[in-house]
């Protein structure tokens, strides 16, 4: 009876300082200095910018002029794959894009730009440098427990694009999960769009941009355009093996060549992609307007 009394108090010692060790390990975490938080999360978004080049997805970018009665009076719609060749080269093959019919709202080089860079922004070491970084507080965001930084640039580079606004990063996996804000600088008479920008967890480790929404009056000198956009970034998968570009520009998958080479000509591998398994809660969107 002693020995099972002994034994069972040596268990319970052995949880507790389980227990007290995983308490500490996260307080830990959380009450790191801000410096030190700015710079891990920092080093995760850089890895987390170069995970993401080795991802195939799918942009969905819908742009749309704004009439009365929320009407819509014109759109430009584009819809690309975005891949890799057998060089590691990205790829961009375009599935959809009808001639544009805005009426009076232009894309530019810039919004082109900001479509690759600014609107799914990633803080990373390299880029640190070019900002300020404020810590405004820590913040509940859906499920997740962030910290909410003020970031703008700390200046302005002739032909370079920069974010200006507020990022919320998860303060787990210290990855941006969300961003607000604006692209700078504008370009004369050009005028850009406050967008919100949200992450989803993909394969358990990293936090991709999934959704942008912008809804803004745009003023201009000879007067104001409300515009909307909704870009998607979806299908995200990971390259395996070579993936080599047919004849026609098309995906060709490995499993796909063998059977390929018996052919006459190069056919486009069948569409596979799934949906990622997450085993975080993705940050909530807005709703969907289409």
Known sequence: MRFRIVTFV???????SVVFAQG??????????????????????????????????????????????????????????????????????????????????????????????VQPFALTTEDL???????????????????LFEVKPKK??????????RIWVDDEDLQIVKSAGQA??????????????YRENIDERYWFPTYVLADDMLQFKNGSIHMRMIVRYKNYKKFSGTIRIGDDGGEVAPEDEAKDKQKASDKTAPNTKTAPNTTK??????????
């Open 281 to 290: 809660p993705p940050v909530k969107k807005p709703p969907q307007m289409d």
């Open 24 to 117: 500490g390990a996260k307080q830990s975490t959380s009450q790191l200095p801000i410096q030190e938080v700015i710079k891990r999360f920092a080093e995760s978004e850089s890895l987390n910018k170069i995970a993401r080049t080795n991802y195939a997805f799918t942009q969905d970018v819908d742009l749309m002029e704004m009439g009365e009665g929320g009407s819509i009076a014109g759109r430009y719609h584009r819809i690309s794959d975005i891949i890799l060749d057998d060089r590691g080269n990205r790829i961009e093959k375009i599935t959809f894009f009808p001639p544009s019919t805005l009426p009076r709202l232009q894309i530019s080089a810039e919004d082109i730009q900001d479509l690759a860079g």
């Open 10 to 16: 040596l268990t319970i010692a052995m949880l507790c």
């Open 156 to 165: 302005i580079v002739k032909g370079e694009r920069y974010f200006q606004g």
């Open 184 to 197: 700078v600088p504008e370009v004369g008479d050009q005028k850009f769009p406050h967008f919100e920008s």
């Open 129 to 147: 440098p070019k900002y300020d970084v404020n810590f405004v507080g820590k913040e509940k965001l859906d499920e997740l427990n962030t910290y």
